[in-house]
């Protein structure tokens, strides 16, 4: 019999409180009207079976995969079963490469292959400023989440504990926030604004007035400019296609070796991120991660200050491997408008011959692979280390960053590498 | 409309599997809240699992028209809701002349029949709730999905020559996006969220018996397999579903009845479409081969 529409009262009471939880703990954007539709969803589902009564509250409550794995977890702890062990809360999600579940479902990983480091052992023993509080991350005992009837063994997506773990790496920095405070974002600012302007990767596929002549007839202002003239098309108007808004895709190297250089890069990112939506920003160091999030929730007007991002800054350097996974990661989202801004001094640990296949594989796609090194500053640089000589065949440039002069004198140095 | 159009979880999973969809409980139970909270779906996942084919097959499954918007870079509103057909209004002002009718009014000139209504407009005026596909929806740039968002919350357009016209129906609306780009907080909140992941190795091994009702088992498990071996590589371009189905498909046509190095040599095309990911994915697929033959010497 299905228990469709019918909402036991101390369930609703159990779904306001969980979807307290959800934005109180991991910042879900849900109000009010979220935890109405939530008792909405629930029904029209039956409330006597688990999975459906979780899949209606995941529609309507997440919003992104990586909200999705946090629900899951976060439901079971919950909504935990009597008897049920107490799943363990991740401290941060990771990224997963597409296909890699099946690693954590079939047991023990691969070993790795010839070329490629083992993989990080994937429970490390974090540093003791690290490790996370269980009193914090477990649910709390007074907390009104009661086992639901119909309790039954969960699908296999929610066994994905081992997959969110946080990735420490051996070599990164004890976990701290990353502090880019300066006040120079009004500089740049600036140096942002001038590039996104300067840059021209192509015509927009958008017809838009022209105020001159243009390609293309534009037929409905220029009828109704001839209802003026009795009808007659004199006045003929043109639709033409402007310069398309181009997108960046900046890819920092948070490495060690980087030093202040690293975090200067990342206050320009934030003011091109402020500057421009078509922004996607990613840090690597022996890991890669997506830091756009984080710079869009990053308030404006205080020193930028990012949570601890792992194995993506302050460790060792790993170009190539990060290079790969962020082509496979941005696929879809690199096109012929994309400018890609890999900011690194080169210094690698790696394979070389990764950097070259990832950045072919990225330059066949992109309107341009553009290389900022600290390095390249230094009066008589020669671009001798490993990852830049196997980089040089794909790049539009190698330009030097040591200051925010040289980030001001980007748009022009483009320009004058994209006429060579 | 009513959510008792769309069946409840269980009955919709076995419409699912009828025509050859295998939906998990999340996603049934996603479909049927569509139309039980009137909202849209957004659909999101990697190329090739399925996200515009629960769109088909749930229009399939109501017996209700699907109507598709495929949405690209420069996609603007005029051509997703309407346009007029200046031309025949044109040749309309001219017969007029000739035909010495007198003046050409503006309810002449602006009525439907002038009137070319595109996916949106057809969507709204439709007198049983289509299903509404707005494909790729991160395609379209931001400006699109502004717009977007007062439609779907409002269900009417002015069409400034003849009004407000209100929605019929509600449609069932299924967004789908491959992440290329992030969509806006705004429009996430607008929508249920469905996070579309590949299959695990049993549902894809059901997805391919209920396409390929003919094929060998054991050759649609050793292509599930190497497919899932496949993904576990660092490949360019992960093969999809649909791409699991067209290697069986192109090997079932070659009489193979299970994998071997010369009949992957001559299907890889179906399954790999890139030069780099068949030269990375070589060693492991001469393993599988070695594999196979190992369990299926030839003539066996």
């Known amino acids: ?420 | 409309m009513s959510g008792a159009q769309i069946p409840e979880p269980a009955a919709l999973k076995a419409a699912f599997l009828v025509r050859g969809y295998v939906a998990d409980d999340a996603l049934a139970t996603a479909l049927r809240l569509v139309a039980a909270l009137g909202k849209p779906l957004l659909l999101e996942g990697p190329a090739g699992v399925g996200k515009t084919e629960a769109a088909k097959t749930l229009s399939d499954v109501l017996g209700t028209r699907l109507i598709r918007l495929q949405c690209y870079e420069g996609l603007d509103a005029q051509s997703a809701l309407y346009e007029w057909n200046y031309a025949r209004q044109l040749l309309h002002l001219r017969a007029a002349e000739l035909g010495g009718a007198g003046g050409v009014t503006d309810e002449d000139l602006y009525s439907e029949r002038f009137l070319m209504a595109r996916p949106l407009l057809q969507a709204i005026r439709e007198e049983h709730a289509p299903v509404l596909l707005i494909d790729e929806i991160d395609r379209a740039d931001d400006a699109f999905e502004a717009f977007l968002l007062e439609l779907l919350a409002e269900w009417q357009i002015t069409v400034p020559e003849l009004g407000t016209i209100e929605a019929r129906t509600r449609p069932h609306v299924i967004l789908t996006s491959n992440r290329s780009r992030e969509l806006s907080d705004a429009l996430r909140r607008r929508c249920l969220y469905h996070w579309t992941e590949y299959p695990s190795r049993a549902q894809e091994l059901a997805i391919v018996h209920a396409r390929l009702p003919g094929v060998n088992e054991t050759l649609a498990q050793q292509v599930t397999n190497a497919v899932h071996a496949l993904r576990a590589l660092p490949l360019g371009k992960p093969p999809g579903v649909a791409e699991t189905l067209d290697w069986a498909a192109a090997l079932v046509s070659l009489h193979a009845d299970h994998l071997d190095a010369p009949g992957i040599r001559a299907t890889l095309g179906a399954v790999l479409k890139l030069r780099e990911d068949q030269l990375l994915a070589a060693p492991t697929l001469q393993g599988l081969a070695a594999q196979a033959a190992a369990g299926h010497p030839p003539g066996a």
């Open chain 1, 1 to 420: 019999m299905s228990g469709a529409g019918v909402i036991p009262p101390d369930l609703a009471a159990q779904v306001s409180a969980f979807t307290a939880r959800l934005r109180d703990r991991h910042g879900f954007l849900i109000g009010p009207g979220e935890t109405a539709d939530a008792l909405r969803a629930l029904g029209a589902v039956d409330v006597l079976d688990r999975r459906e009564v979780r899949g209606a509250l995941r529609a309507v409550l997440s919003a992104s995969p990586e909200q999705t794995r946090l629900f899951d977890l976060e439901f079971n702890a919950f909504f935990r079963a009597e008897g049920a062990a107490q799943p363990k809360l991740p401290l941060l999600p990771e990224t997963k490469a597409p296909g890699t579940e099946q690693q954590t479902e079939a047991g023990p990983p691969p070993p790795p292959r010839p070329g490629q480091p083992p993989a990080p052992n994937p429970t490390p023993a974090p540093a003791p400023d690290d490790a996370p509080d269980p009193d914090e991350d477990a649910p709390d005992s007074q907390a009104p989440g009661q086992p639901l009837p119909g309790e039954d063994q969960a699908p296999p997506d929610d066994t994905a504990v081992p997959s969110l773990r946080a990735r420490l790496s051996p070599n990164a920095a004890p976990g701290q926030a990353v502090q880019a405070g300066g006040d120079d974002l009004p500089e740049l600012l600036r140096a942002a604004s001038a590039l996104v302007r300067a840059l021209e990767l192509g015509r927009a596929r958008r017809l838009r007035p022209q105020p001159q002549r243009g390609p293309k007839l534009d037929a409905r202002r220029t009828l109704r400019a001839a209802a003026r003239t009795a009808g007659d098309a004199t006045l003929l108007r043109w639709l033409g296609r402007p310069r398309r808004a181009p997108r960046f895709l900046l890819v920092i190297d948070g490495s060690r070796s980087m030093g202040a250089d690293a975090t200067l890069l990342l206050r320009f990112a934030q003011a091109l991120h402020l500057r421009s939506r078509r922004v996607e920003v990613y840090a690597f160091s022996t890991g890669l991660t997506r830091l756009t999030p984080l710079l869009r929730r990053a308030p404006s007007g205080v020193p930028l200050s990012l949570p601890e991002l792992g194995d993506a800054w302050g460790g060792g350097t790993r170009i190539g491997e990060n290079l790969l996974r962020l082509a496979r990661e941005e696929r879809a989202g690199v096109t012929r408008d994309t400018l890609i801004l890999v900011l690194s001094d080169g210094l690698d640990t790696g394979d070389p011959a990764l950097v070259g296949r990832a950045l072919r594989d990225l330059q066949r796609r992109a309107g341009g692979v553009v290389w900022l090194s600290p390095l390249a500053a230094a009066p008589n640089y020669r671009p001798v280390q490993r990852a830049i000589v196997a980089a040089l065949p794909f790049l539009w440039a190698l330009l030097p960053v040591g200051g925010a002069a040289d980030l001001h004198a980007l748009p022009r140095r483009l320009r004058a590498a994209r006429r060579l």
